[in-house]
C-alpha cells in the first residue's frame, strides 16, 4: 500500500513539473500568415502614432448636422493649432472655445425657428490665416406648415387674449431680450448638457407650435413639460443665474447663463431655490414647478437660446452629447487626406 502511494505521488509530481505546451506556437508554425498580419498591424499603429506625434496638425471642419430643420442645434468642431477661431452663417456670429491645451475649438450654432429654408454657408477663420467653408442645407420643421392651435380660453386662465398678447410683446419679452442680451464668451460648462427634470414626459405645446390669439398668432418658442406642483427642476449644465423673475405671462421665471453665448430659461415656477448671480452646477436643484402666470394647469416651459436663435432645447441637449465624441480616427483620415491632396 505505501508503495503504492508513492507511486502515484511520483506520477502527480511529474505531471506537475511537466513543461507547458506552446499551444500559440504550435499554431503559428502551422498558420504562419498570422504572424505575417500581426507584424503588420504593429508596423502600420508604430506608423500612424509615429505620424500623429511628429506630423504637424492638419486643420479641419466637423459639422452635425449637416442638414438641419428649423429649431436644430449644429456642433461644430474644428481642429487648428491657432491662437483664435472665429466664424459666421450669414449675420450670425459664432463664439469658439478651446478645448484645453488642445488643438480643438467648439463651437454651437442655433439655427432660429424662423429661420429661412435653403441651403447656408458657415464660414471660420484662425488666426494661423487657416479658411475653412461647410455648406448646410436647412429645411423647414414640421411646425411650419402644422396648423394653428387655438389659445386656452379666457374662462380658463382669466385673461382675454388681447390681453395676453400685450403682457408678451410689451412686458415680458422685452424683459427677456434685455437679459439675453449680456454676452459671456466663454463656457461655464465642460460636459454635456442634461434635463431639467427627473421624468421628461411632453404635456402641452410642442417647440414651434403657433398659437391663435383671436387675430394675433404667437409661435412657442419651448416645449411644456409635465411636472405637478413643487415637482424638483434642476438646472441643464453649470452656469450663472442672471435672472429671477415674476413675470406677466411666463410667471416666476429662472434665467441661466452657461457662456458661450447660450441660456436655459425655465417658466411658471412656483418656488425659487436660487438667487441672481449665484453659480450653480449641473442637475442643481434651481426651482420647484408651479402654475405661475399664463397658464391653465401645473407644467413646466423649458426653453434654450443660441446666440440670438431659439432652438429646440431636445435636440440642442441631444447635439451637446457629440462633445464626448472620440474624433481620432477622423484626424487621421483627415491628415492622411491633406498629404495626397497636396501631392
Known amino acids: 500500500m505505501v508503495e503504492l502511494i508513492q507511486y502515484i505521488m511520483v506520477r502527480r509530481n511529474k505531471k506537475k513539473n511537466k513543461p507547458p505546451r506552446i499551444i500559440f506556437g504550435s499554431y503559428i508554425k502551422k498558420n504562419p500568415i498570422i504572424l505575417f498580419v500581426i507584424i503588420g498591424l504593429v508596423v502600420f499603429l508604430f506608423v500612424v502614432l509615429s505620424f500623429l506625434f511628429f506630423h504637424k496638425v492638419s486643420v479641419s471642419i466637423y459639422v452635425f448636422p449637416e442638414n438641419p430643420k428649423q429649431g436644430d442645434t449644429i456642433f461644430i468642431r474644428v481642429k487648428s493649432e491657432s491662437a483664435e477661431v472665429t466664424g459666421n452663417l450669414g449675420q450670425e456670429q459664432l463664439v469658439f472655445y478651446r478645448k484645453g491645451n488642445s488643438s480643438e475649438w467648439i463651437s454651437f450654432l442655433g439655427i432660429d425657428a424662423d429661420q429661412a429654408p435653403g441651403d447656408y454657408k458657415i464660414s471660420v477663420d484662425t488666426s494661423n490665416a487657416e479658411h475653412l467653408v461647410s455648406q448646410i442645407k436647412v429645411s423647414a420643421a414640421d411646425f411650419s406648415n402644422a396648423p394653428v392651435v387655438a389659445a386656452p380660453s379666457p374662462w380658463q ?7 395676453a398678447v400685450d403682457n408678451i410683446v410689451k412686458n415680458d419679452n422685452p424683459i427677456l431680450k434685455k437679459v439675453l442680451d449680456n454676452f459671456t464668451p466663454q463656457p461655464y460648462f465642460i460636459s454635456p448638457f442634461s434635463m431639467p427634470l427627473g421624468l421628461m414626459v411632453k404635456s402641452g405645446f410642442s417647440f414651434g407650435e403657433f398659437i391663435g ?28 443665474v442672471v435672472a ?37 452646477s449641473r442637475s442643481q436643484l434651481i426651482g420647484l414647478s408651479g402654475k405661475t402666470g399664463y397658464v391653465t394647469a401645473p407644467h413646466l416651459h423649458f426653453s434654450m437660446r443660441v446666440g440670438s436663435s431659439r432652438v429646440d432645447p431636445f435636440a440642442f441637449i441631444q447635439s451637446t452629447q457629440k462633445m464626448n465624441d472620440n474624433f481620432f480616427l477622423a484626424d487621421v483620415t483627415s491628415a492622411f487626406l491633406n498629404i495626397f491632396n497636396k501631392k
Open 157 to 163: 386662465t382669466g385673461r382675454t387674449d388681447e390681453e
Open 213 to 240: 390669439f383671436g387675430k394675433d398668432k404667437l409661435q412657442h418658442l419651448g416645449v411644456d413639460l409635465k411636472a405637478p406642483e413643487k415637482t424638483n427642476v434642476y438646472a441643464v449644465n453649470d452656469g450663472k
Open 244 to 280: 429671477t423673475l415674476n413675470l406677466s405671462n411666463y410667471g416666476k421665471t429662472v434665467i441661466i447663463d452657461h457662456g458661450l453665448d447660450i441660456f436655459s430659461l425655465y417658466l411658471h415656477l412656483e418656488e425659487f431655490k436660487v438667487s441672481e448671480g449665484q453659480m450653480v
